[in-house]
């Protein structure tokens, strides 16, 4: 039981919202700062044996700073894609990924520059690759990725999506289904209400012609946040469909939003907050403190 509790509280980590720059200016931002602390990096610890003296010693350091800035960029595209997909919503598990992978291009940049710039070799092989990466690659990571991941949170948001009246139209239905096969609610996208969850259960609330009914799903929040587009957190218990949104209020050490349908307040933390009130600005919707 304790190892199952551990999997959901993991799984609920990996599916947390997190902010994310989709803009190309912060993404070359963040390559460019990245790849200065690197080549500064480098020439104050001099590794490859650099200490030895060779001409243009600390130009051809500071070139890996290209190591980390290109692959950056060439990644960015990639990773819009999948935000865009996924409503404009990126996950810890995204973030994961997107290291991991773009870690490993930048590990192959900077070995073929090491290969054929710095040690000017003709040939190599993939065994000289992975040893590359386990003697320079990996022992860099623990420095280089979380000053990597602070400029990413520093330079990203939570964004939401401006209210339009189209979305509200019944024109698509979605089926939700919960840990339990025999559990599944097919309803219109536009429908879905707000989500709550209790322990190892939510509670689906969702508009039909007879008024708001309620299904509960034994299943994680982030589980049946991934199966509703319009579904957007706003605490770590709830899900809101933005479409319904009244008014947010309360003050700064406490706030909550109001949705038609019911009268039920909905507490909103603070990080969403900041989302929810750039998305207000830019809409007709008033926000109220």
Same mark, same amino acid.
Request: glycine share 4%.
């Given at each position: 039981?304790?190892?199952? &509790? +551990?999997?959901?509280?993991?799984?609920?980590?990996? +599916?947390?919202?997190?902010? /994310?720059?989709?803009?190309?200016?912060?993404?070359?931002?963040?390559?460019?700062?990245?790849?200065?602390?690197?080549?500064?990096?480098?020439?104050?610890?001099?590794?490859?044996?650099?200490?030895?003296?060779?001409?243009?010693?600390?130009?051809?350091?500071?070139? /890996?700073?290209?190591?980390?800035?290109?692959?950056?960029?060439?990644?960015?595209?990639?990773?819009?894609?999948?935000?865009?997909?996924?409503?404009?919503?990126?996950?810890?598990?995204?973030?994961?990924?997107?290291?991991?992978?773009?870690?490993?291009?930048?590990?192959?940049?900077?070995?073929?520059?090491?290969?054929?710039?710095?040690?000017?070799?003709?040939?190599?092989?993939?065994?000289?690759?992975?040893?590359?990466?386990?003697?320079?690659?990996?022992?860099?990571?623990?420095?280089?990725?979380?000053?990597?991941?602070?400029?990413?949170?520093?330079?990203?948001?939570?964004?939401?999506?401006?209210?339009?009246?189209? &979305?509200?139209?019944?024109?698509?239905?979605?089926?939700?289904?919960? &840990?339990?096969?025999?559990?599944?609610?097919?309803?219109?996208?536009?429908?879905?209400?707000?989500?709550?969850?209790?322990? +190892?259960?939510?509670?689906?609330?969702?508009?039909?012609? +007879?008024?708001?009914?309620?299904?509960?799903?034994?299943?994680?929040?982030?589980?049946?946040?991934?199966?509703?587009?319009?579904?957007?957190?706003?605490?770590?218990?709830?899900?809101?469909?933005?479409? /319904?949104?009244?008014?947010?209020?309360?003050?700064?050490?406490?706030?909550?939003?109001?949705?038609?349908?019911?009268?039920?307040?909905?507490?909103?933390?603070?990080? /969403?907050?900041?989302?929810?009130?750039?998305?207000?600005?830019?809409?007709?919707?008033?926000?109220?403190?």
């Amino acid at each position: 039981m304790a190892q199952k &509790n +551990n999997d959901i509280k993991a799984m609920i980590t990996l +599916n947390k919202t997190i902010a /994310y720059s989709k803009n190309w200016k912060h993404t070359f931002m963040i390559a460019l700062l990245l790849g200065t602390f690197v080549s500064i990096l480098l020439i104050a610890l001099e590794p490859f044996d650099s200490n030895n003296e060779f001409s243009y010693k600390y130009l051809i350091l500071s070139g /890996y700073a290209f190591c980390l800035i290109i692959p950056i960029l060439l990644v960015h595209p990639i990773e819009n894609y999948f935000y865009k997909i996924q409503t404009k919503r990126w996950f810890v598990l995204n973030e994961c990924l997107y290291i991991i992978a773009t870690a490993f291009i930048v590990f192959l940049f900077a070995f073929f520059y090491h290969f054929y710039v710095v040690s000017g070799l003709s040939s190599f092989t993939s065994k000289l690759i992975w040893g590359f990466i386990k003697s320079f690659g990996i022992p860099f990571t623990p420095i280089v990725v979380p000053f990597w991941l602070y400029l990413r949170s520093k330079f990203g948001s939570i964004e939401v999506p401006l209210y339009n009246k189209e &979305n509200t139209k019944r024109n698509k239905t979605i089926t939700i289904v919960g &840990n339990n096969k025999s559990e599944t609610l097919t309803i219109f996208e536009s429908d879905f209400i707000f989500a709550k969850a209790q322990q +190892n259960y939510v509670d689906v609330y969702y508009n039909t012609e +007879n008024g708001m009914q309620q299904k509960t799903f034994r299943s994680t929040l982030s589980n049946i946040m991934k199966q509703l587009p319009k579904a957007w957190q706003v605490h770590r218990s709830y899900l809101v469909n933005l479409d /319904y949104l009244k008014t947010v209020e309360g003050n700064a050490r406490k706030r909550f939003i109001r949705i038609s349908a019911t009268e039920e307040t909905i507490p909103i933390s603070q990080i /969403y907050y900041e989302a929810l009130k750039k998305r207000l600005s830019n809409s007709s919707q008033q926000l109220q403190n």
